[in-house]
């Protein structure tokens, strides 16, 4: 297996993917194929030990920026090592491609470098969701601001097989995320989703309200790129600041101190279920190969973690599992473009 | 000062809606009207100490019910204390209307029996959304599911009018919630809308991400009330999957149980903050008097907040500082029915 991974993506340069490549070598018996700044990507890779015949570089001379418009910098910059390995993944060089670079570049280049499943109107951003009771799969996780029924359907079908195949949830409950329990509720869009998605042999088990959501009571959580992008971050923000203000606590006073030194140990667990660098990446579902975006701000053990994600997609045969589900499903070719949000 | 109250609302009955009466009349120099079954709040009353001329009962002999479907109950239900209370708004009789009653019922009996304030095409529900900082106000948090820019602006004034007078924030802040920061990121409602807001004389300082809302950066989160609605469920799960995931930490063994326990008092004033009775009510703004929507499973220190903002809400005139700063936005009178969510 040769998994791609683009060095110069993210925050935090090839230092941290580079190291993040380094440690996922412990976690798989395959190749990695690092895109980037040949100079920098060496410099790097000099810290560590490890078995060079592993670790290829493929070097590239450009870079895609944050503020770079997506469309435009996938054809302006060829040589990005965002490109280059996109590339690779269309010509079957490599099995699966993890990058935490542009979000919107990352979707429009696959797009147009490696193209859609044939079926699939809109490809998906498909987050892991740390839940209580472990994890659950948001999609669409802002891909895809404006969506139609048709879209809501794929991201139930990949999100589905995805928490199976990559998580290992048997027979995965899918909701439709929404404004209350009762299938009148919500916009018109998901009136609608909610009667199609009753037709499927999936195994849906109807609305779920914002206050669910994170008790992991369903498996898939279906929305639309804006819902879902809310949800995930608003998330992230509401737990982040629960943290903060918790230590404040912590901190007020001398028993306050005392507390929380015996509560340590203890509460580093609980840190752990809150932390994004367990999961690592998120796959752009319903792309011709395997593309996994990675936290713009991932640190090595999030790279780490993206990587093993991809590889255990890679093992399972995810890409082909969804050309399989989508089969059958009616087409509508006209809607090619997806948004590019995030 | 007068305020009407819906003593069979919520499902905590006569008991809890009587008992966060009574203990309102500390904080405030009016008269309460109870609206509902006579037998049973003068029952609920004679366990309290009160000065009997600071309540009255109006008896009624119906109650809408939370399964009932929003309209057809306000017109078949003509002696509900909801639509009691509703005409007595209507009339004059009272100043403002607390009820924790059916969410769907409130609204379409506020808009069938109090009407519209002119200007307003749709009342929206405005929520004190708690922060780290404070608070914010989010609306709409439910009332409209399908939204209009027109209908976002009339929020953004709403919700900017109530952080100012109820809450005491001077030129509030005003954020449109979006998923990036760029006034070109989300659906073509969210790009025009952006565009539209630039123009008001409001505060308005740009779009918020789900990650920002709860860290109290802006003072007025505008949001239609699909998106509304999740982020203040949302909000409320994720804080309460900390909480409990917490505390499941803290019993795990004996130095966890010392540490919590020496960390106790701090952990109160904590756990106030992330306390939803301490706001108690959501006004439906936008309604031709002050309406208050108390939350379902309010206890008696939630009804005596919901009381203690209506009346700053009486105290600050805002129905009437609604009327003055819609006068001159141009009204689409044909949008007057809301949707019924929440």
């Given at each position: 297996?040769?998994?791609?991974?683009?060095?110069?993506?993210?925050?935090?340069?090839?230092?941290?993917?580079?190291?993040?490549?380094?440690?996922?070598?412990?976690?798989?018996?395959?190749?990695?194929?690092?895109?980037?700044?040949?100079?920098?990507?060496?410099?790097?890779?000099?810290?560590?030990?490890?078995?060079?015949?592993?670790?290829?570089?493929?070097?590239?001379?450009?870079?895609?920026?944050?503020?770079?418009?997506?469309?435009?910098?996938?054809?302006?910059?060829?040589?990005?090592?965002?490109?280059?390995?996109?590339?690779?993944?269309?010509?079957?060089?490599?099995?699966?491609?993890?990058?935490?670079?542009?979000?919107?570049?990352?979707?429009?280049?696959?797009?147009?470098?490696?193209?859609?499943?044939?079926g699939i109107s809109r490809p998906a951003?498909?987050?892991?969701?740390?839940?209580?009771?472990?994890?659950?799969?948001?999609?669409?996780?802002?891909?895809?601001?404006?969506?139609?029924?048709?879209?809501?359907?794929?991201?139930?079908?990949?999100?589905?097989?995805?928490?199976?195949?990559?998580?290992?949830?048997?027979?995965?409950?899918?909701?439709?995320?929404n404004i209350g329990a009762e299938e009148?509720?919500?916009?018109?869009?998901?009136?609608?989703?909610?009667?199609?998605?009753?037709?499927?042999?999936?195994?849906?088990?109807?609305?779920?309200?914002?206050?669910?959501?994170?008790?992991?009571?369903?498996?898939?959580?279906?929305?639309?790129?804006?819902?879902?992008?809310?949800?995930?971050?608003?998330?992230?923000?509401?737990?982040?600041?629960?943290?903060?203000?918790?230590?404040?606590?912590?901190?007020?006073?001398?028993?306050?101190?005392?507390?929380?030194?015996?509560?340590?140990?203890?509460?580093?667990?609980?840190?752990?279920?809150?932390?994004?660098?367990?999961?690592?990446?998120?796959?752009?579902?319903?792309?011709?190969?395997?593309?996994?975006?990675?936290?713009?701000?991932?640190?090595?053990?999030?790279?780490?973690?993206?990587?093993?994600?991809?590889?255990?997609?890679?093992?399972?045969?995810?890409?082909?599992?969804?050309?399989?589900?989508?089969?059958?499903?009616?087409?509508?070719?006209?809607?090619?473009?997806?948004?590019t949000e995030l």
């Amino acid at each position: 297996m040769k998994i791609g991974f683009d060095a110069m993506g993210g925050d935090h340069g090839p230092l941290e993917t580079v190291k993040g490549a380094v440690e996922a070598l412990d976690m798989f018996d395959g190749e990695l194929i690092l895109y980037g700044d040949i100079v920098q990507i060496e410099n790097e890779l000099k810290k560590y030990n490890y078995k060079a015949e592993r670790i290829s570089i493929v070097p590239t001379t450009e870079v895609i920026e944050n503020d770079d418009k997506p469309v435009k910098a996938i054809k302006s910059k060829p040589d990005a090592s965002m490109v280059v390995g996109l590339k690779a993944l269309r010509k079957g060089d490599i099995d699966a491609f993890v990058s935490a670079g542009n979000t919107g570049a990352l979707l429009a280049g696959s797009l147009l470098k490696v193209g859609r499943i044939k079926g699939i109107s809109r490809p998906a951003l498909t987050t892991i969701y740390p839940t209580m009771n472990g994890a659950s799969v948001l999609v669409d996780a802002g891909a895809n601001a404006e969506c139609k029924p048709r879209n809501l359907i794929e991201f139930a079908y990949m999100g589905s097989l995805y928490a199976e195949k990559v998580i290992g949830i048997e027979n995965p409950k899918v909701a439709l995320v929404n404004i209350g329990a009762e299938e009148t509720k919500g916009t018109p869009l998901y009136i609608e989703t909610h009667q199609l998605l009753k037709q499927t042999e999936l195994n849906f088990v109807g609305n779920v309200e914002g206050r669910d959501v994170p008790s992991g009571k369903v498996d898939v959580i279906v929305a639309d790129g804006f819902t879902g992008n809310i949800i995930l971050k608003l998330t992230e923000g509401v737990a982040m600041s629960i943290v903060s203000g918790l230590k404040v606590q912590i901190m007020k006073n001398f028993v306050g101190k005392l507390g929380g030194l015996l509560l340590k140990k203890n509460l580093s667990a609980f840190k752990k279920m809150l932390d994004y660098t367990e999961y690592g990446g998120a796959p752009l579902l319903g792309i011709n190969g395997l593309v996994v975006k990675a936290h713009g701000s991932s640190n090595a053990k999030a790279f780490k973690n993206a990587i093993k994600y991809a590889q255990i997609g890679v093992k399972t045969d995810l890409v082909e599992a969804i050309r399989k589900a989508v089969t059958g499903l009616q087409t509508e070719e006209k809607e090619a473009e997806a948004d590019t949000e995030l």
